[in-house]
């Protein structure tokens, strides 16, 4: 019903920037939470950033660094990430809550495959 892909990881040295993008599609009606999380090796996958009702909301080691953005008209939602560390390698997941179908409408809650962010000299 629904389908999210993202896409923009890769490797990069310290310091570095990467944008990520997250692409939601299917019979969706509206999309009411879009958010990135991360999962290291080894890890409990961990919330990055989430945009939901036009609130924006950071884990506190990414402020700053990280900026998240939507764009409702193409159900895109995308992670400008700069300043990268070491410690930021992950896989980055995008998960969406949307209304989809025909009524009686449901809630469904996705997420994608995941996108390999690398960061090392």
């Known amino acids: 019903q629904v389908q999210v892909v993202e896409s923009g990881g890769g490797l990069v040295q310290p310091g570095g920037s990467l944008r990520l993008s997250c692409a939601a599609s299917?019979?969706?009606?509206?999309?009411?939470?879009m958010g990135w999380y991360r999962q290291a090796p080894g890890k409990e996958r961990e919330l990055v950033a989430t945009?939901?009702?036009?609130?924006?909301k950071y884990a506190d080691s990414m402020k700053g660094r990280f900026t998240i953005a939507r764009d409702n008209a193409k159900n895109m939602l995308y992670l400008q990430m700069n300043s990268l560390k070491p410690e930021d390698t992950a896989v980055y997941y995008c998960?969406?809550?949307?209304?989809?179908?025909?009524?009686?409408?449901?809630?469904?809650?996705?997420w994608g495959q995941g996108t390999l962010v690398t960061v090392s000299s």
């Open positions: 998960n969406v809550g949307a209304i989809v179908g025909v009524y009686p409408y449901r809630y469904l809650e996705v």
């Open positions: 299917g019979n969706i009606r509206s999309i009411s939470a």
């Open positions: 945009a939901t009702g036009g609130v924006i």
